[in-house]
């Protein structure tokens, strides 16, 4: 199979880039295999025109509008590797062999690496969460945030804007400084190291207290939910949170004809900035096919 534009990856970075595409009458490839990082949330926010739109809609509305150009096609599969260079590159596929394409773009999204304790997982998404700005309005009454490192301190002064906070150190240390800071803000900070989480989002400590809490924030770490960035060579910045493909603002990679978009590229995630990076890298490529290397 042969096309302009391999894009790996279909939801807000790449359905993204594939409009800009489709509407430059390119001929684009899209693979994805449907688990956008979101989809343990029942709804979206913050997102211009769909606040509070189920993620589910948003994509099926998005890859609808994508497909209904006539140069797009959507392989509900993985892409597993890539090889070649700018003008020749191979996409290989789980189940659809191999595609070639003058240009790529990554748009393979990352997961997150929550902590291995008891009932978190299985809320997370829903009184479990990493964003205020995503949650943090529909989440009311006592709120904690879990530490995961010694930056979870500014986490937990950051959501005293949305309600009263207590901050689970969980064996992290904070400084004189950081405690008085946290006091000043009147962040509550218990030391007693966290064994579970039950009912909506309570906190069963070590000392064996249980207390009541209706959210928990943690900041996960996360990874890229490919290695095909690395397998072509693409130079990888270390963030907070954990690696991602260093691009220029063109989105354009270290390697030429390979463009990335969304939360493999950036440290502050969300779909905005992942949608408004897939224009970007769509754009970008679209350029390049018609002007060459820029
Ligand atoms: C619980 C939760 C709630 C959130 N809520 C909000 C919110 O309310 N508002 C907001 O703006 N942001 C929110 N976010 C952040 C938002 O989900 C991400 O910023 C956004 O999904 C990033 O878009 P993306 O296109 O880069 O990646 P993703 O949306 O993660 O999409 C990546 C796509 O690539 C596919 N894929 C992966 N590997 C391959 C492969 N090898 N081959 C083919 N396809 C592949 C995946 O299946 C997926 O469909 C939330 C995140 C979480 C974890």
């Given at each position: 199979m042969q096309c302009d534009v391999a894009i790996i990856g279909g939801s807000y970075a790449g359905l993204s880039a594939a409009m800009m595409l489709a509407r430059g009458r390119r001929d684009v490839v899209i693979l994805d295999t449907r688990a956008p990082r979101n989809r343990f949330a029942s709804h979206s926010h913050g997102f211009f025109g769909q606040d509070g739109a189920a993620p589910r809609t948003m994509l099926e509305t998005g890859r609808a509008k994508v497909l209904a150009y006539p140069t797009v096609r959507w392989l509900p599969d993985a892409a597993t590797e890539a090889r070649g260079g700018d003008n020749a590159f191979q996409v290989v596929t789980g189940e659809h062999g191999t595609i070639t394409a003058r240009k790529v773009v990554l748009a393979y999204g990352v997961s997150d690496v929550l902590p291995?304790?008891?009932g978190l997982a299985e809320r997370w998404g829903k009184t479990v969460v990493h964003c205020p700005y995503c949650h943090g309005y529909e989440l009311e009454g006592p709120q904690s945030v879990l530490a995961v490192a010694p930056m979870s301190a500014h986490q937990a002064m950051l959501i005293t804007e949305w309600g009263p906070t207590t901050l689970f150190a969980n064996g992290v240390a904070f400084d004189e400084a950081t405690l008085a800071e946290l006091a000043r803000k009147g962040v509550t900070v218990e030391q007693a190291r966290v064994t579970a989480i039950k009912d909506e989002a309570t906190v069963c400590l070590e000392d064996g207290r249980a207390l009541r809490m209706s959210s928990m924030y943690v900041a996960t770490s996360v990874k890229p939910n490919s290695s095909i960035g690395a397998q072509l060579g693409c130079t990888t910045e270390e963030g907070r949170f954990g690696p991602y493909l260093r691009t220029d603002a063109m989105r354009a990679t270290t390697v030429p004809g390979v463009f990335a978009a969304g939360?493999?590229?950036?440290d502050m995630h969300n779909a905005t900035f992942a949608s408004a990076d897939g224009v970007m890298a769509g754009a970008s490529a679209h350029r390049e096919l018609v002007f060459g290397a820029m």
């Open positions: 291995q304790i008891p939360d493999i590229i950036r």
